[in-house]
């Protein structure tokens, strides 16, 4: 079973606005990481939150991590067309580099 | 370019047949990890395999093994397929004990009819 769940399942939005993703999670956990993954194919590292991190930033993402509500959202700012992908969110409960994948948010950005 | 590559990139194969699938992990990465992709869903994983074994097993039945070899590439073996096994298979190498990053191949396509 998936350890994280997205919100939303999808989104779309208009090129320049942001867009914001959500990452629930179940255990307790040392790091936090977003992935990306255009169609189909292999998936891309973005950023990693550890967990007594609680907001970091890395271009135009910004995650935040909330470890009592065990949740965390990735924010992109000004979107482009090519951010259209989907967005995993992982967790390694246990330092081994085994991640848990959530189940993802698809990103439409319409130019 | 994550630097792992991934063969074959799609193969189509039919029920109770078996499968090889075979990744070789970026330079200097001394662990394999695989993991099952079904469509619309996010990764499930696999196996990690570090300094040649089996380092941590997700929920996924014993025809589901791997190897990993001295120069750290690896290969993920599927025994008497099933329809479910349909999926993206995705190998990701790490460097062992350094938490982070997953460097991804672009993936194996397998069908089972």
């Known amino acids: 079973s998936q350890q994280g769940e997205e919100d939303p399942q999808a989104l779309s939005i208009q090129e320049g606005e942001n867009a914001t993703m959500n990452c629930s999670y179940k255990t307790s956990i040392n790091n936090l990481q977003w992935y990306r993954q255009n169609s189909g194919r292999g998936l891309v590292h973005l950023i990693l939150i550890r967990s007594n991190e609680r907001e970091k930033h890395s271009g135009r993402l910004r995650v935040t991590l909330d470890t009592s509500k065990k949740s965390s959202s990735l924010l992109i700012t000004a979107s482009r067309a090519a951010d259209t992908a989907s967005y995993f969110c992982a967790t390694d409960p246990n330092t081994g580099n085994q991640f848990y994948f959530g189940t993802g948010t698809s990103l439409t950005v319409i130019p | ?113």
């Not at chain 2, 750290?72 to 982070?100: Q, W």
Request: proline share 5%.
């Open chain 2, 1 to 113: 370019e994550t630097g792992v590559t991934q063969s074959p990139t799609h193969l189509i194969k039919t029920r109770g047949q078996q499968v090889t699938l075979r990744c070789s992990s970026q330079s200097g990465h001394n662990t394999v990890s695989w993991y099952q992709q079904a469509l619309g869903q996010g990764p499930q994983f696999i196996f990690q395999y570090y300094r040649e074994e089996e380092n941590g097993r997700g929920n996924f039945p014993p025809r589901f093994s791997g190897l990993q070899f001295p120069n750290y590439s690896s290969e993920l073996n599927v025994n008497a397929l099933e329809l479910d096994d349909s999926a993206l298979y995705l190998c990701a190498s790490s460097l062992r004990l350094v938490p982070g990053e997953l460097f991804f191949g672009e993936g194996s396509r397998l069908t089972v009819l």
